[in-house]
Nanobody
Framework: QVQLVESGGGLVQAGGSLRLSCAASGRIFSINRMGWYRQAPGKQRELVARITSGGSTNYADSVKGRFTISRDNAKNTVYLQMNNLKPEDTAVYFC??????????????WGQGTLVTVSS
C-alpha cells in the first residue's frame, strides 16, 4: 500500500525553528493534496497547513507568517518549516496525503506522527 514517514520533530526553545519532513512511499500513481495536522494533549486534531499538487497553500490562522509548507513532487515529500515557535505549538504533528494508487482510485493516508515540544 502507501506509507507516510515523518521526521524532524524534537524539543526546541520558544522562538526557535524546526523543519518537518514527510515522505510517501509504496504504490503511488500520483499525490493530490498533502498536509500537516497537529494534536495537542486534550485537544482535537487540527489542520496546520496543506498544499495541492499545483502548489496552492492554505494555513491555520495561528501559524500564518510563521510556518511554510512546501513539497517536492519528484520525491513525493512534503515539508513544514516552522519558525518563531511558541509553546502553544507543542503537539504531535501528523502528515496527511490524498494518494492516487491508480488514475481513479485514491486513499487518504496518515503518518504515525512526530512530537514537537516548544519550551518557554
Amino acid at each position: 500500500q502507501v506509507q507516510l514517514v515523518e521526521s524532524g520533530g524534537g524539543l526546541v526553545q520558544a522562538g526557535g525553528s524546526l523543519r518537518l519532513s514527510c515522505a510517501a512511499s509504496g504504490r503511488i500513481f500520483s499525490i493530490n493534496r498533502m498536509g500537516w495536522y497537529r494534536q495537542a494533549p486534550g485537544k482535537q486534531r487540527e489542520l496546520v497547513a496543506r498544499i495541492t499538487s499545483g502548489g496552492s497553500t492554505n494555513y491555520a490562522d495561528s501559524v500564518k507568517g510563521r510556518f511554510t509548507i512546501s513539497r517536492d513532487n519528484a520525491k513525493n515529500t512534503v515539508y513544514l518549516q516552522m519558525n518563531n515557535l511558541k509553546p502553544e505549538d507543542t503537539a504531535v504533528y501528523f502528515c496527511n496525503a490524498e494518494v492516487f494508487t491508480t488514475p481513479t482510485d485514491y486513499l487518504e493516508v496518515w503518518g504515525q506522527g512526530t512530537l514537537v515540544t516548544v519550551s518557554s
